[in-house]
């Protein structure tokens, strides 16, 4: 008889799904709208689970069910992370859903079984449970991408990612197929000791497939494609949260199977994945250039900072891994703060989402645009910025293993990216101002204010984040 | 008591620059005024205790420069040759201070034209007690400063803006070659100070180094390089150009910085170095050559000038080159005296000319004067004194002085001495001439004025007359008191160890054993009919000089265009440099760094960014390709390089 699984390992994920079904029926038999009791439900649910996540990290890193599922430092500090990032912009949600009047509970349940999935892709083990842990997240976020079902735009935007996703999800598919063919297991762990033996050209294959699926999660080039479009099409709201946790999630599952399972073919992967990063830092800064729709403008610069993220997975070692979780914590402070922004911009109760509509804001509301100012020169990667320092670390670990091509190339396409964050600057400091934009909630206020604070002075304090990166990124290269 | 006669100049100057709204003009004059008085009263002890009683010493005020083998400290050597200068220095300098009082009366920045004095009188100082060159470069640079300023003072004209450029730069060319002999200097004895280099120059009398793959003698290339230096400072031929124009300034700066003091730097500096200098002898020879040639060059283009001012310069440039040559032939002694007696009478004659321009209403064309001799009689009375002196008449001041460099450059004996005794001669002839033509032609004849001018005509106020007669004193005493101390027979005890000259470059011994007596009469006799002539011409027969200039024409244009040197360098340097510059800048900057680097990069990147936005066409299956041709190239990609 084999002894039952260690539940308290996934305790949070266990919690989040009973969570997530119990929200389901509180939102079906509550009388009236229940729209706002049950996201901030599903709030407290993601504070409890990541409560949960912090309690479990005392303990060891171990596996349950049967080896698909581990918990780690690394997961730990993405799965705090993932939580956070999902809890804000699920805030910032529930204000544009009152403020359009949207009365749907339906979308903090998504959001919530989404994070969920998130949890399980950071945690995954097995090409297995790999895929439904992926998949989870992927369902939720097709249905919230089209969420604003009566605009053209939205139901667009939706269905791209779904049947672009799909494609993404069947090259993965095959890969893991091949994989699992060439090797004849699925387990991380098992798939790690059999090629640390015999490398079969099918495996190497298999894995571009599995790159593929992994680097359109994250949006890079050239999988970027969808970005954009989905970016603008989708609510605002969305597109925050799009921009933030999966993004993580993705990238921490993407540094999981190519350090882990995949650490000895480093030398066929390193290549196809220097070319990703590449692409996509090109393809991020530049593409930013022409585009007048801030959301649009925030998909490119997410390529961009996927481009960076992935540097440090490039370079492979520990050093780099730690580099990629000090961008990523860093990343979403300035992204958060940026959305709520942008999630602010409304005149007489209408959203807006044009560059030009920022025009004068130094004037019309100066604290606004003082904290915009702050997240772009950030992103742009100004010192002192925090920004800066995210993109120093990945940096200096491409120069420490040589990679001066990387490193050189990441910096001058920062040069490029810095022109459109830099413009946007210009458009709030130095054009004539528009009309005043209405006075943001307080739920917005208070984000602003801590993503602005930690933006600015990270400088000064730098060495929790510091510190606990680096012992995430020694966990996953423990075994 | 030494370190204040240095530093309380600086410390007016910055009084009455910084505070100068707060002391008003009085205030600044009388600060800047008392405290160059006191220096000069100070100067004068100085001068007592280190020249006559044959105490020289170095004061050494705190380290500057410790690094690896340059050590150097901020030091003032004070011996016979700073006291002179000295002397000459605070003097003159006083004279000027309060002659300002009533010539810029009616400027409204004068603080800040005294502060100005003030910090060149400051810079002065620090260049003549310098105990290293670097230290000395720091006076020199800083009279450099001091002369842009007060050349430039009139800042609102165009022309005296162009003339201080004009001063800078062409220094900025001499400054280089005094650089540049600093650093082989050091390079070459491994300090800089000035005690160690002189005892050390013996040993490398026959060093050489190799340049351009040829070898040159070591200490002929440090001369040479520390002489280009003096040719700025000193407006020698070549370098000269910046000098009439620096007239832009106030007449109280051509006094002071452009006759007496700062043109005198190179002479000084050149003297200063004698040590090394005496086992140069081709830089000597070199010296010779360029000041012989100066003096005639500048003499003959002083014949034809009509500026009042332009006539002095032209002179003070052709006396320099008696001073240089005199070095050149190792009397380095007699050009220093010559540098002292030239300092009273310039300046003289500087103050002179500005009391003149004063009461003709800041008319400067002597064309355009005449006949108010009898309106300013004092004024009449020094100028004479002071072109008496610079003709070197006896017994005026000059007599002494150029009578005993045209001796020496005689005794020397040598094919460069004889050169420079020919062109001195006939540089005395012209002296004399230009000297009167000037005299008769501003002061003598029908008033060539209009009225309005000619009823306005004054004498200048006191507080200009008595530095004109504090002046006129020198021009008169100067030569006779100091000839036995500089070049006559206490010479050896006066000096000491200031100046060095080999026994057998002894020249101003040889002066006084074998000089026939021709040698000593001639520059007399050749003065006088300069004189003569200049009554000739320019007062019983006036029509001459123009039937002359139709007759020679070509020769006068060449004479008043002053050799053609501005133009030619017009030509060669200012319009090549202006060509490359434009060249650098529409060809190098403009289309190739701007238009490759920022333009360009900006282009490439609008047109990049364009590219990839046209990919981003919004069609689903655009974006489904795209995906599967990255798959497909990554796969490709990493067969072909595993086959590979």
């Avoid at chain 2, 002397?87 to 810029?104: N, P």
């Avoid at chain 2, 289309?591 to 069609?619: E, F, H, K, N, W």
Wanted: aromatic share 14%; with cysteine; charged share 10%.
């Amino acid at each position: 008889m084999t002894s039952l699984a260690n539940l308290s390992l996934a305790a949070p994920e266990l919690l989040m799904a009973a969570a997530g079904l119990v929200l389901l029926m509180i939102g079906v038999y509550q009388k009236g709208d229940a729209t706002r009791l049950v996201g901030w439900l599903a709030v407290l649910v993601m504070v409890v689970a990541g409560v949960l996540v912090l309690k479990g990290a005392g303990t060891d890193a171990g596996t349950t069910f049967k080896g698909m599922f581990v918990t780690d430092a690394f997961a730990v500090y993405a799965k705090v992370m993932v939580l956070g990032a999902s809890a804000l912009s699920l805030i910032l949600s529930l204000g544009w859903l009152a403020q359009e009047e949207i009365k749907k509970f339906e979308y903090s349940v998504l959001v919530l079984f989404a994070t969920l999935g998130m949890l399980m892709m950071v945690s995954a083990n097995d090409l297995m449970s790999l895929y439904i842990g992926l998949e989870l997240q992927s369902l939720a976020l097709y249905v919230v991408a089209s969420f604003k079902r009566d605009s053209v735009k939205s139901t667009e935007a939706g269905l791209k990612y779904f049947v672009l996703g799909s494609v993404a999800s069947g090259m993965m598919l095959y890969g893991m197929s091949m994989i699992y063919g060439f090797s004849g297991t699925t387990n991380f762990e098992v798939l790690a000791e059999v090629l640390s033996e015999h490398q079969a050209t099918g495996v190497v294959v298999g894995l571009v497939f599995v790159m593929a699926g992994l680097a359109f999660k994250v949006s890079a080039a050239p999988f970027h494609m969808w970005t954009p479009d989905v970016y603008e099409g989708a609510p605002t709201p969305v597109t925050a949260f799009f921009a933030l946790a999966p993004k993580i999630a993705a990238i921490a599952l993407f540094v999981r199977v190519m350090t882990g399972p995949f650490a000895d073919l480093i030398g066929a992967w390193q290549q196809v994945m220097w070319i990703i990063a590449v692409l996509s830092m090109i393809v991020g800064s530049f593409g930013a250039i022409g585009q007048q729709n801030i959301k649009r403008l925030m998909a490119y610069s997410s390529i961009g900072h996927m481009g960076y993220a992935l540097i440090g997975l490039v370079v492979g070692n520990e050093e780099g891994v730690q580099g990629i979780l000090i961008y990523l914590a860093i990343y979403v402070f300035m992204n958060i703060g940026a959305f709520a922004i942008i999630l602010s911009m409304r005149q007489k109760g209408r959203a807006l989402e044009g560059i030009s509509d920022l025009a004068g804001l130094s004037k019309t509301s100066p604290l606004m645009a003082a904290a915009l100012a702050i997240f772009m020169f950030s992103m742009a990667g100004i010192p002192p910025m925090a920004g800066f320092f995210g993109k120093f670390y990945v940096f200096i670990s491409a120069v420490h293993a040589g990679m001066y091509w990387l490193a050189v190339i990441g910096v001058l396409t920062s040069v490029v990216g810095a022109y459109y964050y830099l413009r946007i600057v210009k458009v709030m400091y130095f054009d004539e101002p528009t009309e005043a934009f209405d006075t943001p909630r307080l739920a917005n206020r208070v984000i602003l204010l801590v993503a602005g604070v930690f933006t600015l002075f990270y400088i000064v304090y730098p060495s929790p984040l510091l510190l606990t990166a680096q012992a995430a990124a020694k966990s996953l290269f423990a075994y | 008591m030494y370190v204040a006669a240095i530093f309380l100049p600086l410390l007016a100057a910055m009084v009455a620059g910084f505070f100068r709204h707060w002391l008003g003009d009085r205030g600044a004059q009388l600060v800047t005024t008392g405290a160059v008085f006191a220096s000069a009263a100070l100067s004068a002890v100085i001068f007592y205790q280190v020249a006559i009683g044959g105490q020289p010493q170095t004061i050494e005020l705190l380290k500057w420069i410790s690094s690896g083998d340059l050590q150097l400290s901020w030091a003032l050597k004070f011996d016979t040759l700073t006291a002179v200068m000295l002397i000459v220095v605070t003097w003159v300098s006083s004279c000027v201070h309060l002659y300002s009082w009533g010539y810029m009366h009616h400027d409204k920045s004068v603080p800040r034209f005294m502060a100005y004095l003030s910090l060149f009188t400051f810079m002065m100082l620090m260049l003549v007690t310098a105990d290293n060159l670097i230290q000395m470069f720091f006076g020199w640079e800083g009279v450099g400063l001091a002369s842009y300023l007060l050349i430039g003072f009139w800042y609102e004209k165009p022309s005296a803006n162009a003339a201080a450029i004009k001063a800078f730069v062409v220094n900025r060319v001499g400054d280089f070659g005094f650089a540049l002999g600093i650093c082989a200097v050091f390079f070459l004895f491994g300090s800089v100070n000035l005690d160690d280099i002189f005892a050390s120059v013996p040993q490398f009398a026959e060093t050489s180094v190799v340049f351009f793959g040829i070898e040159w003698h070591a200490l002929t290339i440090i001369g040479f390089l520390l002489f280009i230096g003096a040719m700025g400072k000193s407006a020698q031929l070549g370098l000269h150009t910046w000098l009439p124009d620096a007239m832009e300034g106030p007449t109280p700066v051509s006094a002071l910085i452009h006759a007496a003091t700062m043109v005198t730097a190179g002479v000084f500096m050149v003297s200063r170095m004698s040590p090394l200098y005496e086992y140069a002898p081709t830089a000597l020879a070199i010296i010779t050559v360029v000041g012989a040639t100066t003096a005639f060059f500048a003499a003959t283009i002083g014949c034809v000038q009509n500026d009042i001012k332009r006539v002095i310069a032209y002179s003070t440039c052709s006396q320099l080159g008696y001073m240089f040559f005199a070095i050149g032939v190792s009397a380095y002694q007699a050009a220093v005296f010559h540098l002292m007696t030239h300092a009273f009478f310039k300046a003289l004659l500087f103050l002179g000319a500005g009391s003149v321009i004063h009461a003709m209403s800041d008319e400067q064309d002597i064309r355009k004067m005449g006949g108010i001799w009898k309106a300013i009689p004092i004024t009449y009375t020094v100028m004479w004194i002071g072109n008496l002196a610079l003709a070197g008449i006896f017994p005026f001041a000059g007599y002494f002085s150029k009578d005993t460099i045209l001796e020496v450059a005689y005794a020397a004996n040598s094919g460069v001495g004889m050169y420079a005794f020919v062109l001195g001669v006939m540089g005395a002839g012209m002296t004399a001439f230009y000297s009167w033509r000037l005299l008769i032609m501003t002061f003598h004849g029908k008033p060539r004025a209009d009225e309005y001018v000619m009823n306005h005509v004054h004498e200048s106020p006191w507080v200009m007359l008595t530095p004109l007669l504090v002046l006129t004193v020198g021009a008169l005493f100067a030569g006779w008191v100091g000839y036995d101390w500089f070049v006559g027979e206490l010479r050896e005890t006066f000096w000491g160890h200031a100046i060095a000259v080999l026994e057998h470059n002894d020249s101003i011994h040889h002066a006084h054993e074998h000089t026939p007596g021709w040698v000593k009469l001639l520059p007399l006799v050749v003065s006088v009919s300069g004189i003569a002539l200049a009554y000739v011409f320019y007062m019983f027969f006036p029509g001459i000089p123009a039937a002359l200039a139709r007759w020679l024409r070509p020769v006068h244009l060449f004479l008043l265009n002053k050799w053609y040197f501005d133009e030619l360098y017009d030509i060669v340097f200012v319009r090549t440099a202006r060509a490359l510059g434009r060249g650098f800048w529409q060809g190098g900057d403009g289309a190739l760094i701007d238009g490759v680097g920022p333009d360009g990069v900006a282009a490439a990147t609008r047109d990049i960014a364009r590219r990839v936005g046209r990919l981003q066409s919004g069609m689903l299956y655009h974006y489904a390709f795209a995906m599967i041709i990255g798959v497909a190239a990554f796969v490709t990609w990493y067969m072909v390089h595993k086959a590979g």
